[in-house]
């Protein structure tokens, strides 16, 4: 089997490149592309996944993935199935019993660092001077819920700790903190439910 992962940004590539090495057996082969943002991906998904459809094996699955970013998270996931049912593809949402699917569609509620907040144990690691009791607190206790944007949460944390003092930057907090990672243990529920399909995917 082969996974072609089609993402937002280059952050979540480089999250995924590092974690799905951990989440799926050798035997199955994967490819991340990434467009330049949410509103790039939208444009021009509906136009790739035409693409897909004319070409792809049988043994071949796609996962989408986007942030919410804080957009009603229903209407983003109803037009991600549209588009890929409208291009002739079978969803793990829309496949009824045994039926095979060949996408799955899932969104990162709210951004991509809600995921790095749900595995405070390789935050810490890849920051050590930040506290590790950081999520016992009531606006972190929830990777998912945390007000005023996630990655601003994000920034200030590791601020506050001596860290990326000119701006977050995405990517070098992706490849630092993915390293750690522990898939089974992270307490975000969107990771978890990314997690879920991917394990369905490759059963």
């Known amino acids: 089997m082969h996974i072609e992962f089609i993402v937002e940004e280059l952050s979540l590539q480089e999250t995924l490149d590092i ?10 082969t994967f490819k991340i592309h990434a467009f330049r943002g949410k509103e790039d991906m939208l444009s021009k998904l509906p136009s790739r996944l ?7 094996p049988d043994d071949w699955k796609l996962a989408i993935v986007v942030d919410e970013d804080r957009q009603d998270c229903k209407v983003l996931k109803e037009t991600l199935e549209k588009m890929a049912i ?18 799955i569609n899932r969104i990162v509620v709210e951004e991509l660092e809600a995921w790095f907040f749900g595995d405070v144990n390789a935050l ?4 050590p001077k930040v506290s590790k009791t950081i999520t016992q607190k009531t606006q ?5 819920a945390i007000k005023g944007g996630t990655w601003e949460a994000l920034e200030r944390v590791l601020q506050k700790a001596g860290y990326h003092l000119g ?3 995405k990517v070098k907090a992706a490849r630092d ?27």
């Open 19 to 28: 974690l799905l090495l951990k989440i799926l057996p050798e035997s199955i």
């Open 50 to 56: 035409k693409g897909y459809k004319q070409w792809i």
């Open 86 to 103: 409208e291009s002739g593809f079978i969803t793990k949402s829309s496949a009824k019993g045994e039926q095979s699917f060949q996408i």
């Open 124 to 127: 810490v690691s890849a920051y």
């Open 140 to 144: 972190y206790r929830d990777p998912d």
């Open 167 to 169: 701006g977050l930057e």
């Open 177 to 203: 903190i993915a390293p750690y990672m522990n898939p089974q243990d992270n307490c975000s529920k969107s990771f978890q439910v990314f997690y879920a399909a991917l394990l369905a995917t490759i059963a």
